[in-house]
């Protein structure tokens, strides 16, 4: 399916603002999805941060998305500006920096590619995103840091390139270090970045996994329901990867503790070819564990979100 050809239905608007919609009403799905394990959603809120700060983070960056459709080079500057006007719109903190770090890429790709031809392939717009983000400069590394400390980011303690050091600043210039370079560094220990440097394989494949549920592929017995094929989705993914929110807020042990615990739902549900409503009392449960821990997979929903984008971009609707 990452083969398959999708055409671009955009009514009488510019392409630009088709794709800051899709990007948009991404974000506004993966936050809406109930029940989410961990995540903040429609019915739980945090302390200092609540349902209405997502909402509207994702309304806030719409010209920002709609620049970045025409740019084929400012990664750094666009992830920057989108921060910036997430912070001028609410108050709840770092809501969606890992998803601004996929979501400027991809919606650069799809700006790129539509320029030429209103279809494509998931594999030709994760392609496309790779290659942008190998041609990043020094200049897109310095625009990144900066964004950490307004941002409010947990980060991991690195001995080279400490994103707390604002004299790191200075060594990425004397070593020409780009942004691609910066995410290859970090490959190992956050899943953010890794999906730069491996082709963003993992938006793609959540892609699918909605795209197929949403077609009545891919899940026993799964509404074509796209509340339930996003905490899926969500599901599926985190029983897969370790979360590497968890593992920089918390520790591994946690993070794969937490995949563990969201594998044996998806096998729960596999195993007895129940219906998806059958295994909400086990989500319901991990999702009031977590929340009560105050754990919650941020990377997953980053990744989420990227791959409602794509879905969105390639005409499913609801």
Same mark, same amino acid.
């Given at each position: 399916?990452?083969?398959?050809? @999708? /055409?671009?239905? &955009? ?6 603002? *088709?794709?800051? &919609? ?9 936050? /809406? ?9 429609? *019915? ?6 609540? @349902? ?7 309304? /806030? ?15 750094? &500057? ?17 809501? *969606? ?6 979501? =400027?890429?991809?919606?650069? #790709? ?20 790779? &290659? ?10 310095v625009d990144f840091y900066s964004c950490f400390s307004s941002a409010g980011v947990k980060v ?20 020409? !270090? ?9 490959? /190992?220990?956050? =899943? ?21 549920? !949403?077609?009545?592929?891919? #899940? ?11 905490? @899926? ?18 520790? #591994? ?18 195993k007895s070819y129940n219906d998806f409503h059958s295994i909400l009392p086990m989500i319901a ?17 980053? =990744? ?15």
């Amino acid at each position: 399916m990452i083969d398959s050809l @999708y /055409s671009i239905e &955009r009514g009488n608007y510019s392409l630009a603002a *088709h794709i800051a &919609r899709c990007a948009q009403l991404a974000m506004c799905l993966e936050v /809406s999805a109930s029940p989410k394990p961990g995540n903040i959603d429609r *019915h739980d809120n945090y302390e200092d941060t609540r @349902y209405e700060h997502f909402l509207a983070s994702a309304s /806030s960056i719409y010209p920002v998305i709609e620049e970045a459709t025409g740019c084929e080079k400012g990664v750094g &500057r666009l992830i920057k500006s989108a921060v910036t006007e997430s912070e001028r719109w609410q108050k709840g903190g770092n809501t *969606h920096f890992g998803a601004f770090i996929l979501l =400027i890429p991809l919606t650069m #790709a799809a700006g790129k590619i539509f320029q030429e031809d209103e279809t494509f392939t998931i594999q030709q717009l994760i392609e496309s995103a790779y &290659r942008i983000v190998k041609d990043t400069d020094t200049g897109d590394s310095v625009d990144f840091y900066s964004c950490f400390s307004s941002a409010g980011v947990k980060v991991k303690s690195v001995d080279e390139f400490d994103l707390r050091d604002n004299a790191a600043i200075n060594e990425l210039y004397n070593k020409d !270090m780009t942004l691609y370079k910066l995410m290859d560094i970090a490959r /190992s220990y956050d =899943i953010i970045a890794n999906e730069w440097v491996t082709g963003f394989k993992r938006c793609a494949c959540c892609a699918e996994i909605i795209i197929d549920t !949403m077609n009545g592929l891919q #899940a026993p017995k799964l509404e074509k329901d796209i509340n339930d094929a996003t905490v @899926y989705a969500f599901l599926k993914i985190l029983s897969e990867n370790e979360d590497t929110f968890i593992s920089t807020k918390y520790d #591994a042990e946690t993070a794969i503790y937490v995949s563990e615990k969201a594998k044996l739902i998806i096998e729960e549900m596999y195993k007895s070819y129940n219906d998806f409503h059958s295994i909400l009392p086990m989500i319901a449960q991990l999702d009031e564990e977590l929340l009560k821990k105050r754990i919650n997979p941020g990377s997953t929903a980053d =990744i989420v979100i990227a791959g409602l984008f794509i879905t969105l971009l390639s005409g499913v609707r609801f």
